[in-house]
């Protein structure tokens, strides 16, 4: 499967209203606008949405190949804030594939500013 189709296929991304900006070897970017209904209790965007934006990029870009591959495990690191209205950009970049393991690096912006940053592990399945 391409990651073109497993995008169209992604129910979760779309409900989130993220939009595919590009996908390449070991790469991926994804957008995605922070609604009303995405901000926490104390305004800001809920945590969890953040890192989903960085999870469907980091899921693009270990899908990249073709071949069918699963988050092992991520952590994820919030050094600012966003806020309703707030264009969020993640770019995800590969940092090692060996055989069925590779490790990603996302970076989540606001335009300049870094919002946060996850560390993927992926792994191929058989």
Do not use: K
Request: hydrophobic share 50%; glycine share 10%; net charge negative.
């Amino acid at each position: 499967m391409t990651p073109q189709e497993m995008w169209a296929a992604d129910e979760a991304s779309r409900a989130l209203g993220m939009e595919l900006v590009e996908v390449a070897e070991g790469h991926a970017v994804v957008r995605m606008t922070v609604r009303p209904d995405m901000v926490n209790g104390h305004g800001v965007a809920h945590g969890g949405l953040v890192a989903a934006l960085a999870d469907s990029a980091f899921a693009l870009a270990c899908n990249s190949r073709g071949v069918a591959t699963v988050a092992a495990g991520f952590d994820v690191a919030f050094l600012e804030p966003a806020y309703e209205g707030d264009a969020l950009v993640a770019t995800a970049e590969e940092r090692v594939l060996r055989g069925r393991s590779g490790i990603y690096d996302v970076t989540v912006r606001r335009g300049d500013t870094v919002i946060a940053e996850l560390r993927g592990r992926s792994r191929a399945l058989r």
